[in-house]
């Protein structure tokens, strides 16, 4: 979903918007390319990656997903709930990744 919205981006871009180590998104990114949903471009010393037909084309899909998890914790927990847990759980991870 990240390169879909921001085609070009680079590793080290997406590794931050992820909150994850840029090796993590590497070997992510490495199993995207393998099932032809990203593809990686060099320009000079910088790598970018550009979702392939295949990787937009499945936007609106992880847009339903996506959609469909929020559905379930907030019948679970109740709306105001879920919406305070997924704060709760933003603020906890920008505190520990500021560490």
Known sequence: MTVNRSPGIQPSEV???M???PST???LVEKLEGKGLVSRKTE???TL???TESGSALMPDLLTA???VA???SAVLGRKNAAA???QIYEAAVRLEGM
Do not use: C, F, Q
């Open 66 to 68: 996506w959609s469909k």
């Open 85 to 87: 847990l997924t704060e």
């Open 44 to 46: 000079g010393r910088t």
């Open 49 to 51: 990656i550009h979702p």
């Open 71 to 73: 559905e379930r914790y």
């Open 19 to 21: 909150m994850l180590d």
């Open 25 to 27: 998104v590497t070997r």
């Open 15 to 17: 590794a931050e918007a």
